[in-house]
């Protein structure tokens, strides 16, 4: 009771709530501040007993844990803390027992690998245990030859993480709902960023679309993966809570994300076109004011769940769509009817933010997708060398086995850390490693040159302010911007043996080319073994998003004909379709770092990844409208088995080897549209306007699948 009353006085004192509300703006700046004050208050207290070496490895043990945490209800924290320990403890010990048979210590590293890497494939809280299980063994190799007793680190580095999850664990019981929020907040921020790239289409040529059209499917990604990411914290708390109640706010705002992310990707006409109308340009003015100010209102949303504080509507926006709707109701020849339907659906965002606390059923919750398969089916799943995690566990143990024999073979110094680079630098694609491989590189040196410049203007207690200040920089930085993150871990480590040894510069050299080595070695592991070149992955690729958008058009119609109260099946869907889209995008992303011979279907994968977008935009506005519409009205069903058929036939071409039979398809389409364009029905009007548009640009997705597929093709003979 008295903690609460001197929450409530504080937050009266108006500097207190600004400096409060900007620290909890930034989810990260939490995290960091957990790890720092955890890391931080090790080291003094282990430097004040004269214990330098308990100090540093409390607090690489500490940085372990933060870097292995999971998103989940306290008590998924718990057994992921158990696991953690457990997982650290056996991985240290091993090193520590086989550091004096350097074979089966290598030969141990290898195999282990492959086993952690395939059981973090299991779950996302598996993820983070065995990522740090590698980690921390690493790391007790590094210390090995200056450990005062081969049990020492395996207890230290374990402890160390045990003490900051506890902590953790301590911080998230005082407010136990703080993930979800963090979750939500994340997925609104991103959402926001959509709103406000999506303005730049009012007014638009057919160029300056394409462009925006790509950044918006890049800003997708960031939407649908904190759904995602959303949907599993969620689901983990639905599990542990035996009262579900506490859970209905925010599966409501889960839900009203969900619904908003339809309607900002939705499309109902390209916008080039409604641009060139004259009598469109006052409208097109106001659409994109009031895109920014719906992208101004979520980000309030977003801060509102991160600060606790009462979310508050702005009035611009609640003026704006008066005044938009206002001149529609005057004038009703005014604007065109793609943009008259847009004005609605930006009015319905509106009204679902400003009544967001307000009118959503206390005594039902929605459903949420799960996961079905038991982890053994998740384990065997992976136990084939085509599934790309069994391949990525074989390229890491092969890395780790080639950087252990070199600096073994050649005793070169510290060269531990050609191991531990190759962990953080190779990923599971030549494009990411690639990517990676250059910040690690650039961070690292960079962090080498300012840290060996300025270690020496700090005494030995400001060389500890500064390790702490390097380890919060670091956690702010490190999923922000890597290479960044990079500098001030490098900068910590100067520290770390400063303090240790008085050693901190005399490492710098070995540790920067441990880097160099463990870089290369990772960029020619994942060039020769399996290096998946982005272009090869576009034709199953396209064939899985033909494939989803069907069946989101499937249930888009099935919601037309059959309402229901319950729409999982229509939601897994739509998140399907959106996630067949991210890879698509991800693969046009990746394919700038392939070398340039690979390079070959650059121009495809970028119109693909604009037309696919515009496709999914078009099926969204479909079924953003999908409540409003009633039984006979929707008479465009006269065209699904026709336009599903023809769609289904795609993705039987995409799936074979026979390039002729994609003119009877491409065939069928155009006939569709040609009936399409003939047909005036003003009742059904946007729906014909719709399904033309999802049809038309499914024929152009299928005039870049000739390119790829021949290519491919001609590639693999």
């Not at 003094?44 to 998103?71: C, K, Q, R």
């Not at 394409?210 to 959303?230: F, G, H, P, W």
């Not at 799943?381 to 950087?403: D, T």
């Not at 897994?572 to 011979?597: C, F, G, T």
Request: aromatic share 10%; charged share 15%.
């Amino acid at each position: 009771m008295a903690m609460k009353r001197l929450s409530f006085n504080l937050k009266q004192i108006s500097w207190y709530k600004y400096y409060r509300n900007l620290f909890l703006k930034n989810p990260n700046r939490l995290l960091a501040f957990k790890g720092t004050i955890v890391i931080g208050s090790l080291v003094i207290l282990m430097v004040i007993l004269g214990l330098p070496f308990y100090a540093v490895t409390l607090g690489l043990g500490a940085l372990a844990g933060v870097l292995s945490e999971t998103e989940d209800h306290p008590n998924g924290r718990l057994k992921s803390m158990a696991l953690k320990i457990i997982s650290f403890a056996i991985s240290s010990f091993s090193v520590e027992l086989l550091q004096p048979y350097p074979i089966l210590l290598g030969i141990g590293l290898s195999l282990s690998t492959i086993v952690f890497i395939l059981i973090g494939g299991i779950s996302e809280r598996f993820r983070g245990v065995t990522f740090g299980a590698l980690l921390i063994g690493v790391y007790t190799m590094i210390g090995a030859q200056i450990s005062p007793n081969w049990y020492i680190q395996p207890i230290l580095l374990s402890l160390g993480a045990f003490i900051y999850g506890a902590f953790s664990y301590v911080i998230l019981l005082l407010k136990p709902y703080s993930l979800l929020n963090e979750q939500l907040a994340r997925g609104f921020y991103a959402l926001s960023n959509y709103f406000d790239e999506k303005a730049k289409l009012f007014p638009s040529d057919g160029e300056s679309e394409k462009e925006v059209r790509t950044k918006l499917a890049l800003l997708n990604i960031q939407i649908v993966e904190a759904l995602d990411s959303c949907k599993e914290v969620l689901n983990s708390y639905g599990e542990a809570l035996k009262n579900q109640q506490p859970l209905l706010p925010y599966l409501h705002y889960f839900m009203v994300l969900q619904g908003l992310h339809e309607r900002a990707t939705s499309s109902h006409e390209r916008y080039d076109l409604l641009t060139t109308d004259p009598a469109n340009i006052e409208l097109i003015g106001g659409i994109r004011q009031l895109l920014h100010e719906l992208a101004f209102a979520t980000n309030n949303f977003a801060e509102s769940l991160l600060t606790g504080s009462p979310y508050k509507h702005p009035m611009a926006l609640s003026w704006l769509v008066g005044t938009m709707n206002g001149l529609l109701e005057t004038n009703p020849l005014k604007g065109s009817l793609p943009l008259r339907l847009l004005i609605n659906n930006i009015t319905q965002c509106h009204e679902t933010l400003k009544c967001i606390d307000k009118n959503y059923d206390t005594d039902s919750l929605p459903k949420l997708e799960k996961e079905t398969r038991s982890y053994f089916e998740r384990l065997k799943l992976q136990l084939n060398i085509n599934h790309p995690r069994m391949r990525h566990a074989l390229r890491l143990s092969v890395s780790f086995l080639i950087g252990f024999t070199v600096y073994q073979y050649f005793n070169i110094d510290k060269g531990e850390w050609i191991v531990l680079t190759i962990l953080f630098v190779l990923q599971s694609s030549f494009s990411e490693t690639r990517k990676r491989l250059l910040e690690r590189t650039i961070g690292t040196l960079t962090g080498v040159v300012v840290g060996v410049l300025i270690i020496r203007l700090f005494s030995f207690s400001g060389q500890i302010v500064l390790l702490i200040t390097s380890a919060y920089l670091f956690f702010i930085w490190m999923k922000r911007r890597y290479s960044v993150g990079v500098v001030f871990i490098t900068i910590f480590v100067l520290c770390a043996f400063n303090i240790m040894s008085n050693k901190g510069v005399d490492v710098m050299a070995p540790r920067l080319l441990a880097t160099l080595i463990g870089a290369f070695i990772s960029f020619m592991v994942v060039r020769f073994l399996w290096p998946e070149w982005q272009y090869k992955k576009l034709p199953s690729l396209l064939s899985g998003v033909i494939h989803k958008n069907t069946a989101y058009f499937k249930a888009i119609l099935d919601q037309y004909q059959n309402p229901t109260t319950d729409d999982l099946k229509y939601r897994i869907a739509r998140r399907e379709a959106h996630r067949a889209d991210n890879a698509l995008v991800k693969v046009w992303q990746n394919m700038q770092l392939d070398p340039q011979k690979q390079q070959q279907l650059n121009k495809t994968a970028f119109t693909l990844t604009y037309l696919n977008h515009a496709l999914l935009s078009y099926l969204s506005a479909l079924g953003a409208h999908r409540a409003q519409e009633k039984g006979g009205t929707i008479q465009v069903l006269e065209f699904e088995n026709d336009i599903l058929k023809a769609l289904d036939d795609a993705f039987n071409w995409l799936t074979t080897q026979h390039n002729s039979e994609i003119e009877p398809i491409e065939n069928m389409l155009k006939e569709i549209s040609t009936q399409l364009l003939a047909t005036n029905k003003e009742a059904t009007q946007m729906q014909y306007i719709l399904l033309y548009n999802i049809v038309h640009v499914t024929l152009q997705i299928l005039e870049q699948a000739k390119l790829s597929k021949l290519t491919t093709t001609t590639g693999e003979s």
